[in-house]
């Protein structure tokens, strides 16, 4: 557990150094300031698809920092040291999971207040999306951090795990905008099982790329 946290802090702190703290919370609010100035200043319009283009702007937040992810480490041999450690390749996909997770996932949340603000999103609404993010975040989380991993060691695999990670998080943005509507208890169901998919299949996936990488 302590070299876990230990990970865990290392990959936050190369975050905070790096500026990816604050690129989703910028990301988010640019997105959500430009989005009137497109479709007009209908409030009605906005209210109605508002939430759906914040969750799809959450889906690319967490895409932003993926070229970071995984390939630095590998290149500079950061994974080859850890491993003659004894820590597992399981080990470190979880703890950049959390890492990444932490990373984008509660300031995004916070920052999705003052965009729902801004897109005149009523106060149930609002609810809805903080509760969807919360369950549905872990996986974009999962997801980027996966393809992360298919991809390190590949030139301009920062563009390959965009077009990797887009059709493929298709079910989430999916259930994610169900959540926002009348009777959005499946969608929540729905959303709650992928999430748990994906956490739960990533630090295995993610390991098995990585040592395949290492061969």
Known sequence: MRRFLLLVRRDLRQAWTSGGLWLPVAFLLLVASLYPFAVGPDAALLARTGGGMLWIAALLASLLPVDRLVAPDMEAGVLDQVALRGI????????????????????????????????????GTIL????????????????????????????????????LALPLAVPLLIFGAGTLGDGSG????????????????????????IRAGRE
């Open 186 to 209: 499946a969608a929540i169901k729905f959303l709650g099982a992928s999430s748990l998919l994906l956490v739960a299949i990533t630090p295995f996936a993610g390991g098995a790329a």
């Open 128 to 163: 809805k999306l903080e509760a969807g993010l919360l369950i549905g975040t872990p996986a974009l989380a999962a997801l980027a951090l996966l393809v992360a991993t298919l991809t390190a060691g590949l030139r301009s695999s920062g563009a390959l795990a965009g077009l």
């Open 88 to 123: 597992g390749e399981e080990v470190v996909v979880s703890a950049k999971l959390a890492a990444h997770w932490l990373g984008f996932g509660p300031p995004l949340m916070i920052a999705a207040l003052p965009a729902a603000a801004l897109l005149k999103l009523e106060a």
